[in-house]
C-alpha cells in the first residue's frame, strides 16, 4: 500500500505566515558563505543541507490521508482541507470510485469536502463509511445555508453509506480494514489496514489512556506489530496536564504507546497550530532522542508532513 498525507494540521487549517517566511529566508542568508556562492554544485549542495524545517514546511491543511491499495483503491481518510489538493489529482478524470473513511465529525476532520471536485461530478462513485449512524445528517448539515450555498444534493448521486461497527472487518479491494474507539471528546474511531501482512494504523484525535496499554485480546488484535502507526502528538508533556481531557496525546506517551506495542515506524501527526516548523521539528529531535535513550530505539520516530508518502 501506498499512503500519502495530504493534511497533517491539528484543529484549524494553519497557513504559513509572511512572518515566518520571512524567519526562514533571513536564518538561510545568514548560513550563505562566499564558498557556497562559487559554483552551481556549491550552491545545490547549500541548499541540500539545509536544515528541513527551514527548506519545507510541514503544511498548513487539517486531516486527510490518501492510501493507495494494491487493487489501486482511493481509499481517503477524513476530510479535512487537505482533501481539496487531494481531489485535484482526479478532476479530468471519469467513473472514478472514492472510499472515504471518517475518524469523527469534528470541523477540521469535514471541513474539506464542499471542496472535493471528484464528488460533484455525476460519475463517481462515492462510498463513506463511518462508526456514526448520523453521519448523514452531520454532512448535509454543513452544506446547507448560512453555512455553505451548494446543498449536499447537489453532489453526485451515487453516494453508498456504509455503517461499519467496532472490531467487525470489513474489505476493500481485499484490503482488511478494522475501527476501533479511542479517547476523544464526542469519540473517535481509529483505523488498522492490513495488506499483504503489512499493518497500518491511523490513530488521529486520540487522548491515550491507560486502558490502551492493557494487553487484552481486542487490543493486541489491533495494536501489535504494527509497521506504521500515524497517532495524534499535539502536545508537549507540559500542555498535556493544562489539556487533560481536550482529546489529544503528549508525543511521549505516543512513543511509550508505540514501544510497547511493538510498532516499527510512529508519525507524529495532528500538529499543534499554534506551533510553526522550526518547534514541530523542535519536537521531532525531543521525541527521537526520548525513543533513542529513554526507550532504547525501538521505534523510528518521523514527523507527518504534507505531501509526503509512505510506501509499505
Ligand atoms: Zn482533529
Ligand atoms: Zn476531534
Known amino acids: 500500500m501506498k499512503i500519502r498525507f495530504w493534511g497533517v494540521r491539528g484543529s484549524i487549517s494553519t497557513p504559513i505566515t509572511a512572518a ?3 524567519s526562514k529566508i533571513v536564518a538561510v542568508v545568514s548560513r ?8 552551481e554544485n556549491a550552491r545545490q549542495n547549500f541548499i541540500a543541507n539545509l536544515p528541513e524545517y527551514l527548506y519545507g ?20 481518510l477524513d476530510a479535512g ?3 481539496r489538493m487531494c481531489g485535484k489529482q482526479y478532476t479530468k478524470n471519469q467513473n472514478e470510485v472514492f472510499h472515504l473513511l471518517f475518524s469523527h465529525f469534528h470541523w477540521d476532520h469535514i471541513q474539506g469536502l464542499p471542496f472535493f471536485d471528484p464528488a460533484y461530478k455525476p460519475d ?18 454543513q452544506m446547507q445555508p448560512p453555512f455553505f450555498p ?17 472490531s467487525v472487518p470489513f474489505t476493500i479491494g481485499g484490503m482488511q480494514i478494522m475501527t476501533k474507539a479511542m479517547f476523544h471528546p464526542g469519540g473517535s474511531h481509529s483505523y488498522l489496514f492490513i495488506e499483504n ?44 496536564a493544562q489539556k487533560e481531557g481536550w482529546g489529544h496525546s503528549a508525543f511521549c506517551y505516543a512513543i511509550d504507546f508505540a514501544v510497547f506495542w511493538h510498532i516499527k515506524h510512529l508519525y507524529l501527526f495532528h500538529h ?10 523542535t519536537i521531532l529531535k525531543s521525541a527521537q532522542w526520548y525513543s533513542d535513550y529513554v526507550c532504547g530505539g525501538k521505534v523510528t520516530v518521523h514527523l507527518a508532513i504534507e505531501g509526503q508518502e509512505i510506501h509499505l
Open 272 to 281: 499543534e497550530p499554534m506551533y510553526d516548523d522550526k518547534k514541530v521539528h
Open 57 to 76: 514546511t510541514i503544511g498548513g491543511n487539517t486531516a486527510c490521508l490518501e492510501i493507495t491499495n494494491e487493487n489501486r483503491d482511493h481509499i481517503i
Open 197 to 240: 501482512g503489512k499493518r497500518f494504523i491511523y490513530a488521529t484525535d486520540v487522548e491515550l489512556r491507560q486502558i490502551d496499554f492493557d494487553r487484552t485480546e481486542e487490543n493486541i488484535a489491533f495494536f501489535e506489530n504494527t509497521d506504521v502507526l500515524v497517532l495524534d502528538a499535539q502536545y508537549t508533556v507540559e500542555e498535556t
Open 81 to 83: 482541507t487537505g482533501i
Open 20 to 22: 515566518q517566511i520571512q
Open 150 to 166: 451548494v446543498p449536499i444534493e447537489s453532489l453526485t448521486k451515487q453516494i453508498i453509506w456504509h455503517d461499519i461497527k467496532d
Open 124 to 141: 463517481t462513485v462515492l462510498n463513506i463509511y463511518s462508526n456514526y449512524p448520523n453521519m448523514r445528517r452531520f454532512l448535509k448539515e
Open 32 to 39: 550563505i558563505s562566499v564558498r557556497d556562492l562559487e559554483s
